[in-house]
């Protein structure tokens, strides 16, 4: 069974322009959520997403950062304009929904492999 | 803010000789998950404790859960070259309108010496 898919796995661009990643959850999952892992502040939630709609956003770090999914088989993190702050490796990961209050929290979850960011 | 924090952040032993990973969390919990982290690669779930469980075994893990305390540990027996990798421990907070998402501590980076 295929796995979380990210692209692109290595993305080297210029503050200022813009940059876009996608993930493709594992069929069948409910929820998705984005991750960004630096040395300095470790794994972080930015966002997530509960049958496309989206949860909680209060980790996003400012306007800047902006996710969607727009289906239940795609979903996008853009940073417009980019910063070098913004080097990071960002990871997607979905889970299925085991029912009640904070449903995901006792399924695993299942990321990808993640997109090294390099903003020079 | 960081829930869980692995101790140690870094751990050397040789191979077959076990290893030890600790956590500590700050709020209440419905249960605990443990993760490895490959060199370049995205976590993989390893085992997850329910907060009415004490202790729990997958091949050659251990869990123990100690919701006093709020800790848990991580046992890997008989360590294998390939068990090199980071190990994080994640827990699920709670605000006053339902779950904050998972939050994972920086993890502990084991190497197993051949």
């Known amino acids: 069974d295929a796995g979380v898919i990210q692209s692109p796995r290595h993305e080297v661009t210029e503050m200022g322009q813009e940059v876009t990643l996608r993930c493709k959850p594992i069929?069948?999952?409910?929820?998705l959520f984005w991750y960004r892992q630096t040395m300095m502040r470790g794994l972080e939630l930015l966002i997530y997403f509960n049958n496309n709609v989206p949860i909680d956003d209060s980790g996003m770090p400012e306007d800047r950062f902006s996710a969607k999914m727009p289906n239940a088989s795609f979903s996008t993190l853009k940073i417009q304009p980019s910063e070098p702050r913004d080097s990071a490796v960002y990871f997607c990961?979905?889970?299925?929904?085991?029912?009640?209050?904070?449903?995901?929290?006792?399924?695993?979850?299942?990321f990808g492999d993640g997109t090294r960011l390099s903003i020079l | 803010s960081q829930q869980g924090e692995e101790d140690p952040q870094a751990l050397s032993i040789q191979e077959g000789e076990n290893a030890t990973m600790n956590c500590s969390y700050k709020t209440s919990i419905n249960n605990l998950q443990w993760y490895r982290q490959n060199s370049g690669r995205g976590l993989v779930h390893l085992i997850l404790i329910r907060s009415n469980e004490r202790e729990k075994h997958s091949g050659r893990l251990r869990v123990t859960l100690d919701t006093s305390k709020k800790s848990s540990s991580l046992l890997i027996t008989a360590s294998r070259a390939a068990d090199t990798a980071s190990y994080f421990c994640a827990t699920v907070g709670y605000s006053g309108g339902g779950a904050d998402g998972l939050t994972f501590g920086k993890g502990t980076h084991l190497i197993i010496q051949p």
């Open positions: 990961a979905s889970s299925l929904s085991g029912g009640g209050q904070g449903a995901f929290s006792n399924q695993p979850q299942h």
């Open positions: 069929s069948g999952h409910d929820y």
